[in-house]
């Protein structure tokens, strides 16, 4: 199987599938329900309360379906 072009990705989305990959998710459902490999989580901990925050930085990919759909 090919794998998915910016273009093919930026032609595809719901308005709101549209928004997550502009602003980027907040949310692990939010992350589910766009295309893979648009952002990557990064964990970090705080040292004194053990909680984990998690991010999304966008990838390459993102980027350039970002720029499509901007």
């Known amino acids: 199987m090919e794998e998915p072009t ?4 930026a032609a ?3 308005q709101a ?3 997550i990959i502009l602003y980027g998710p907040e949310r692990f459902e ?3 329900a766009i ?3 648009l952002f990557e989580t ?3 901990w705080d040292r004194e309360t053990g909680d984990e925050r998690i991010f999304w930085e ?3 990919l993102g980027r350039q379906v970002r720029d499509l759909l901007d």
């Open 6 to 9: 910016p273009a093919s990705i």
């Open 12 to 14: 595809s989305p719901s």
């Open 17 to 19: 599938q549209r928004d």
């Open 30 to 32: 939010e992350a589910d």
């Open 35 to 37: 295309p893979e490999g």
């Open 42 to 44: 990064d964990v970090i």
């Open 58 to 60: 966008v990838t390459d």
